[in-house]
T-cell receptor, first 110, second 113 residues
């Protein structure tokens, strides 16, 4: 069973702080990793992807990957109330199937 | 931009009815997927298809069937709807290449009474 695990939260941070979201996965053959944001009642939208060990930055978002520890994280700097959503971690091992975590609920408090 | 559309945003059906959910993508993607999403359970894969007329069972295929007669269209069928199939249904598509992402449709909120 391929598993992707996330803390369900809720995670609350004050506006302007750094939000840190974490994800672990069980399949060592996993090749690519994604973070989706999902607002309540909406479908997931891709915000970051990462394939190689290390950090990848895109604006206020940084994805971090450590394949040896089977760990991927998402940092959101200067958190805004509009970042309040559920964040889904997803893992792709073979190109066809994706495996999703159950999501972490983030609330940014003004 | 990739566009994935689903036939209905909200649907209310009665127990025992046959229900069709349709999904269309406009990017010539090879792979298409149907998920259901329930609170606390996350996204669960029902079926996926990697080519026309091809289908593979996901984690929870019981009570569902699918059809893919054309590359751009993937239908989910509830043969006899039951109350435990009340859920948010999400369609997604992708190229099917390593490293590729999935693109989601807006979702269908199905209520079975």
């Amino acid at each position: 069973q391929k598993e992707v695990e996330q803390n369900s939260g809720p995670l609350s941070v004050p506006e302007g702080a750094i939000a840190s979201l974490n994800c672990t996965y069980s399949d060592r053959g996993s090749q690519s990793f994604f973070w989706y944001r999902q607002y309540s009642g909406k479908s997931p939208e891709l915000i970051m992807f990462i394939y190689s060990n290390g950090d990848k930055e895109d604006g206020r978002f940084t994805a971090q990957l450590n394949k040896a520890s089977q760990y991927v994280s998402l940092l959101i700097r200067d958190s805004q109330p509009s970042d309040s959503a559920t964040y889904l971690c997803a893992v792709n091992a073979n190109g066809n199937q994706f495996y999703f975590g159950t999501g972490t609920s983030l609330t940014v408090i003004p | 931009d990739v566009k994935v559309t689903q036939s209905s945003r909200y649907l209310v059906k009665r127990t025992g009815e046959k229900v069709f959910l349709e999904c269309v993508q406009d990017m010539d993607h090879e792979n298409m997927f149907w998920y259901r999403q329930d609170p606390g359970l996350g996204l669960r894969l029902i079926y996926f298809s990697y080519d026309v007329k091809m289908k593979e069972k996901g984690d929870i295929p019981e009570g569902y069937s699918v059809s893919r007669e054309k590359k751009e269209r993937f239908s989910l069928i509830l043969e006899s709807a039951s109350t435990n199939q009340t859920s948010m249904y999400l369609c997604a598509s992708s190229w099917g290449l390593a490293g590729d992402t999935q693109y989601f449709g807006p979702g269908t909120r199905l209520t079975v009474l």
